[in-house]
């Protein structure tokens, strides 16, 4: 998990580049380009572990046969733009712990905002008197699967630039200049567009001996062009230019929003003159870019255990599948 110092590090070494460049600029050389490595595997700190060793231990003394803990660090950053200006800016970030507790086969958990000793122990005991509560209501015993246990292990997403070493003037510089070349296509009278980053960093321990932390980076780069009939009897948009990637901000490079942005345009336009779809019976061809979302919603939401078990009947509908014993 970052701390502050490794914060103040990153932040400096931006800031030291940005200057650089601007120097290598004003003095007319060009920067040379070179591929972006990848970021260095992420390292559990020293105090992390402590509070994860003090959750466990609670855990035990309470009467957990088996208990496991969560400490992780969410955070989220949103430009949005309209047309030529920047009309939302946030940046969120969110930490707490989590303890797992299993007693006599039957689970409790417990929740903390608060990461001190105290506090993730105060967790871990809560946890535990939450499943002897919940024991008297319990059909049959949890049973664990044998599981090797990963100590001090780490993984990452596979990003090579971290959304967070990128100026924010960066960003949105990016999207007005796209929003721009948009405008510039026939008819086309509003243009949205924007960026979605997420950053999860997670630490797991459990009474196995496991000891594992994530990095975890989503990007996503939105854009909806609206172009508008002459005569103002129609309007049409193009979006879903790019779909979310557990990647960097390299991904977000690799749309290339300044140079299809026009084209995506002139796409929205070309719709005002689309002849309808007669009524029929058709093949359907998806394009890879929607079939997540066709399998989303015909597989992701019936598969989904409340709404199998009837617990769920929102928007989305109900369910066609069903846990063998309820068919």
């Given at each position: 998990?970052?701390?502050?110092?490794?914060?103040?590090?990153?932040s400096?070494?931006?800031?030291g580049?940005?200057?650089?460049?601007?120097?290598?600029?004003?003095?007319?050389?060009?920067?040379q380009?070179?591929?972006?490595?990848?970021?260095?595997?992420?390292?559990?700190?020293?105090?992390?572990?402590?509070?994860?060793?003090?959750?466990?231990?609670?855990?035990?003394?309470?009467?957990?046969?088996?208990?496991?803990?969560?400490?992780?660090?969410?955070?989220?950053?949103?430009?949005?733009?309209?047309e030529?200006?920047?009309?939302?800016?946030a940046?969120?970030?969110?930490?707490?712990?989590?303890?797992?507790?299993?007693?006599?086969?039957?689970?409790?958990?417990?929740?903390?905002?608060?990461?001190?000793?105290?506090?993730?122990?105060?967790?871990?005991?809560?946890?535990?008197?939450?499943?002897?509560?919940?024991?008297?209501?319990?059909?049959?015993?949890?049973?664990?699967?044998?599981?090797?246990a990963?100590?001090?292990?780490?993984?990452?997403?596979?990003?090579?630039?971290?959304?967070?070493?990128?100026?924010?003037?960066?960003?949105?510089?990016?999207?007005?200049?796209?929003?721009?070349?948009?405008?510039?296509?026939?008819?086309?009278?509003?243009?949205?567009?924007?960026?979605?980053f997420?950053?999860?960093?997670?630490?797991?321990?459990?009474?196995?001996?496991?000891?594992?932390?994530?990095?975890?980076?989503?990007?996503?780069?939105?854009?909806?062009?609206?172009?508008?009939?002459?005569?103002?009897?129609?309007?049409?948009?193009?979006?879903?230019?790019?779909?979310?990637?557990?990647?960097?901000?390299?991904?977000?490079?690799?749309?290339?929003?300044?140079?299809?942005?026009?084209?995506?345009?002139?796409?929205?336009?070309?719709?005002l003159?689309?002849?309808?779809?007669?009524?029929?019976?058709?093949?359907?061809?998806?394009?890879?870019?929607?079939?997540?979302?066709?399998?989303?919603?015909?597989?992701?939401?019936?598969?989904?255990?409340?709404?199998?078990?009837?617990?769920?009947a929102?928007?989305?509908?109900?369910?066609?599948?069903?846990?063998?014993?309820k068919?």
């Open positions: 998990m970052t701390n502050r110092r490794d914060f103040l590090k990153q400096g070494l931006v800031a580049a940005i200057v650089a460049d601007s120097a290598l600029r004003k003095a007319g050389a060009q920067p380009l070179r591929e972006p490595l990848s970021p260095p595997m992420p390292v559990m700190d020293a105090a992390t572990r402590d509070l994860m060793m003090e959750a466990l231990n609670a855990s035990k003394m309470a009467g957990a046969d088996y208990a496991d803990v969560r400490i992780g660090r969410y955070r989220a950053n949103f430009v949005q733009t309209r030529h200006q920047i009309v939302n800016v940046d969120t970030d969110s930490m707490g712990c989590g303890v797992r507790a299993l007693v006599d086969g039957t689970w409790g958990f417990a929740a903390t905002r608060t990461l001190t000793k105290d506090g993730v122990a105060g967790a871990a005991k809560k946890a535990v008197a939450v499943a002897k509560a919940t024991r008297v209501g319990r059909d049959r015993a949890v049973q664990l699967a044998p599981a090797a990963n100590k001090d292990v780490a993984w990452q997403s596979a990003f090579t630039v971290d959304p967070w070493t990128i100026p924010i003037e960066q960003k949105a510089d990016l999207l007005l200049k796209a929003n721009a070349e948009a405008m510039k296509a026939t008819n086309v009278k509003y243009v949205f567009s924007a960026m979605f997420r950053k999860d960093e997670r630490n797991y321990a459990n009474t196995d001996g496991s000891v594992v932390t994530q990095t975890i980076i989503h990007s996503w780069v939105p854009m909806q062009i609206t172009a508008v009939a002459p005569d103002a009897s129609d309007f049409q948009n193009r979006g879903s230019v790019s779909q979310p990637m557990g990647r960097g901000y390299e991904y977000v490079l690799a749309q290339n929003l300044v140079g299809n942005a026009a084209k995506w345009g002139e796409e929205a336009s070309q719709k003159k689309a002849k309808p779809v007669d009524v029929g019976r058709y093949d359907l061809v998806l394009h890879p870019s929607h079939l997540w979302l066709t399998i989303h919603e015909s597989i992701g939401h019936p598969t989904e255990l409340d709404r199998a078990n009837g617990y769920e929102n928007y989305a509908g109900t369910s066609f599948v069903a846990p063998p014993e068919v």
